[in-house]
């Protein structure tokens, strides 16, 4: 596959840089805001309500809405993660562990000019990825079949040791929660449905993101209230020099390009997204090492390494999107019917047949992602403030957001009550000393786990040896017991 | 413990204060007096959504209230499905229903609802179902297929949707018609299925041919039968089952229902004007563009269809065990 000629690439910026194209990503880029800000609301959501806004406007209008949404939206969860411990997406869950342990010690400023600079470096890096190497890596994608994915599943698990903080059997006590949570709703292998205890509105399984409301802000708000700190008790807010920006991000250079690779390779992986690339990032980015060299700079890889892996799922869901017509993540799954009413069903002719529309969507994504940066590090120094406000009336006001954020979600009730629930579990777990983030781990990756493992073993008549036999899964399996005979090691050397 | 329970508080306040309001009993003469709410049992901004929200859009105009789209994805169209079952009976909820959560789910386990909880306003759109292989598959015919799976029980392999969706229950009565077994995978979705082909996990693909067109297009998929009485227009060189001999035809349809209940002449209003808004060139053409076959059917129509689906699965969720 040659490279897009050069032409084809300006006679696409020609389209794009007019006025009236810049300003509709500029109105994509903060609605992606809004959507990615408010917990319960999703870059998906709000790619899917302004799809049909844009069923009679043109080719360049609709996508500069649409990639500016999907863009800015990836990114900006990370501000409620890290101010107020919310992520506003799930693929900010991540971020909140390190960047609101930041915010707490006074440094949310650097947390979010960080999350914003690795989401803009990472959308950057998986862009110029899906410029040079879509479609052979269209291909790579189609050697994933079940037992790759069950593979990979268990990979991710191994994060849950990154963030299981002091113990070990806490972390993976609430993995298996998690895994158990996912177990709920209508089983996608047999069909059957499994404790749903007659609740017909659990059919579906427990919803990823009114459980990470649950177990994160609500949970932390509890104890916060139970511990009745006081704002004055945290350290003042202290402000970055952008000047000092580089160079962290120089000494994180290499945990950058890799966190943003992971993020783009799950994101042409189908049926993943932002959530999976952003926990396997964080617990590939050694932060436990770093720890050695301070609080500060492990929070710094923590951050780095999640945010720009979520925002490199961009591209890389694009690859399969563009070159088979097979969404890479939700988001594009919703920009199907976005292309399908602009008359070009997406697949193995798009790029061939339309380079210069190719060449638009790219240079969309690329102003999206600057757009993002400046408006981002324009916020750093305003919004920490909330930081200031007093617990008693912060807190109320988290758990307003928290409840309609349960509420957007289907405009009904139930994900409100069971946003309760769940708070209430999980504030029950950490006063007993149980880690948050391997529960929603456990959430995330023990569907995936289960219905591959089995799926896996339907398709090759239940022989088991192929999770070992064939190459990416073998070489998966080999890494995850390499990484767990290394860290016994580990442990046993330090006694 | 004051913090507790203040946050409580202000959990359930905003809860309650965004409930929706539960409509009070209107006279049918003057429906629609509000906006009325067409429940999507799927996810925004696909093919699906986007013909709910032609629909909705085109109601509005003529009816002179806002229709106002509401997703509820989950469970293959359950979720969504039961979630329209609880609204008032008056009218002003509507369901955009589909084949496999309305006549297959309530077979299979209490979803929340049963298929004549709703009364059919119109079915408006379907899809044909079309069997693919991959391009390098020795597979050229669904004799080959048919062939291959006598020779080797459970061997072949293929994916649909998910278990218990319209594509599945329909090519389990295909194999059990020509007396033979094969093994079932899930794909999670119609693009997963197809994901599932290409990358070699399964033998063949089983899903709305919207699904694949590109693919089959560039050559990558091999679109070997339709599911349909004829060829589709944007896959003119797929033959159907027909013309094999296989008297074999599925389609995925969606149409509009309402509560049953609710006053007949709502119920008559809303067939009406339905007709009128789908029978037109403008709503033709969007549907068009998502590769959806218009498929209007009257009230009536639509409802026997649904018996006719209901009886032919029960049959067959049976005997492949998912019904109890």
């Known amino acids: 596959m040659d490279l897009i000629p050069l032409d084809t690439i300006l006679a696409g910026a020609a389209a794009v840089f007019q006025a009236k194209i810049l300003l509709w990503v500029l109105v994509g880029v903060l609605v992606g805001f809004v959507f990615g800000a408010s917990p319960g609301l999703t870059a998906t959501t709000g790619v899917a309500i302004a799809t049909p806004l844009t069923f009679g406007a043109s080719f360049e209008v609709a996508m500069a809405l649409l990639l500016g949404i ?58 110029a990825i899906l410029m040079v190497a879509a479609p052979n890596l269209a291909n790579f994608a189609l050697e994933f079949t079940s037992v790759e994915y069950f593979a990979l599943g268990l990979f991710g698990l191994i994060c849950v040791a990154a963030v299981s903080g002091g113990s070990l059997v806490k972390g993976i006590m609430g993995a298996a929660m998690g895994m158990f949570l996912g177990t709920i709703g209508i089983d996608e292998v047999g069909g059957t449905t499994r404790f749903t205890f007659g609740l017909y509105e659990l059919q579906g399984g427990v919803p990823l993101i009114p459980a990470l409301i649950a177990f994160f802000a609500v949970a932390e708000m509890l104890l916060q209230a139970a511990a009745r700190q006081d704002a004055a008790a945290l350290p003042p807010q202290q402000v970055l020099a952008l000047a000092r920006l580089p160079g962290i991000l120089l000494r994180n250079g290499w945990l950058l390009l890799k966190s943003s690779l992971i993020g783009t390779f799950i994101g042409i992986l189908p049926g993943t997204g932002p959530t999976i690339a952003s926990w396997i990032a964080f617990g590939q980015s050694g932060r436990a090492k770093a720890e050695a060299l301070g609080e500060e700079a492990a929070a710094t890889r923590g951050v780095i390494a ?7 799922v961009t591209g890389g869901a694009l690859v399969p999107l563009l070159t088979l017509g097979i969404p890479g993540d939700t988001v594009t799954a919703v920009l199907i019917g976005a292309l399908l009413i602009q008359g070009i069903d997406p697949g193995p002719f798009f790029i061939i047949e339309h380079g210069d529309l190719f060449a638009q969507i790219l240079i969309i994504l690329l102003v999206a992602a600057l757009m993002t940066l400046v408006l981002g590090l324009g916020a750093r120094r305003v ?23 349960g509420f957007a979600i289907n405009n009904a009730p139930f994900e409100v009550g069971l946003i309760a629930v769940l708070g209430v579990l999980g504030y029950v777990l950490a006063r007993f000393g149980f880690p948050m983030a391997p529960i929603v781990i456990g959430l995330v990756l023990g569907p995936i786990i289960e ?12 022989d088991v040896t192929v999770f070992a036999t064939r190459p990416i899964s073998g070489a998966l399996l080999l890494a995850i017991a390499g990484t767990l005979a290394w860290s016994a090691w580990r442990a046993r050397k330090r006694g | 413990m004051g913090h507790l329970k203040k946050l409580a508080a202000a959990a359930w306040i905003a809860a309650a204060a965004a409930a929706p309001f539960t409509a009070a009993p209107t006279m049918a003469a003057g429906y629609p007096e509000k906006p009325v709410e067409i429940i999507v049992p799927f996810g925004a901004g696909d093919a699906l959504d986007g013909s709910a ?9 003529a009816m002179g209230v806002p229709f106002i789209v509401k997703n509820i994805p989950g469970a293959g169209g359950g979720k969504g499905t039961a ?10 909820t509507l369901l955009m229903g589909s084949t496999g959560a309305l006549t297959a789910r309530p077979l299979i386990k209490d979803p929340g609802y049963k298929t004549d909880d709703f009364v059919p306003i119109a079915q408006l759109v379907e899809s044909p179902i079309g069997l693919a292989v991959k391009a390098d598959s020795p597979f050229k015919s669904v004799k080959d297929i048919v062939d291959a799976a006598k020779a080797a029980p459970g061997k072949i ?4 949707p998910g278990p218990g969706a319209t594509q599945h229950i329909n090519m389990e009565i295909f194999a059990k018609d020509q007396g033979i077994k094969m093994t079932h995978i899930g794909g999670r979705g119609g693009k997963g299925a197809v994901t599932k082909t290409l990358s070699g996990e399964v033998d063949f693909v089983f899903v ?25 227009p944007y896959l003119p060189d797929s033959p159907t089952f027909k013309e094999q001999g296989y008297d074999f035809t599925v389609a995925v349809w969606f149409g509009l229902l309402t509560n049953k209940g609710a006053p007949q002449a709502v119920v008559d209003k809303l067939r009406m004007e339905v007709a009128k808004v789908a029978n037109t060139d403008e709503t033709r053409a969007l549907y068009k563009k998502f590769n959806l076959h218009e498929a209007f059917l009257d009230g009536a129509a639509f409802q026997q269809r649904i018996d006719a689906n209901v009886a032919k699965h029960s049959v067959v969720l049976k005997e492949i065990g998912l019904m109890k």
């Open chain 2, 83 to 92: 979630e329209a079952n609880k609204a008032a009976h008056d009218g002003y």
């Open chain 2, 157 to 160: 392999k293929y994916s649909t």
């Open chain 1, 70 to 127: 999907y863009s800015a939206g990836y990114f900006a969860g990370s501000i409620p993660a890290i101010l107020i411990n919310t992520p506003g997406a799930p693929g900010n869950a991540a971020t909140a562990l390190d960047g609101y342990r930041l915010a707490r010690a006074g440094k949310a400023d650097l947390a979010i000019s960080l999350a914003v600079v690795a989401s803009v470096l990472g959308g950057l890096i998986s862009l």
């Open chain 2, 208 to 232: 709305g041919a919207a699904n694949y067109t590109s693919l089959a297009k560039a050559g990558k998929l091999r679109v070997i039968g339709v599911a349909a009485d004829t060829r589709v």
């Open chain 1, 451 to 462: 219905v591959n493992l089995r799926n896996g073993l339907v398709a090759n008549d239940m």
């Open chain 1, 306 to 312: 999640a945010e720009s892996a979520n925002n490199a």
């Open chain 1, 383 to 405: 919004l920490p403030r909330i930081l200031t406000i007093p617990p008693r009336v912060l807190l109320p006001l988290i758990a307003v957001l928290c409840a309609t954020g």
């Open chain 2, 53 to 61: 929200r032609v629909i909705a859009d085109r109601l509005k105009d």
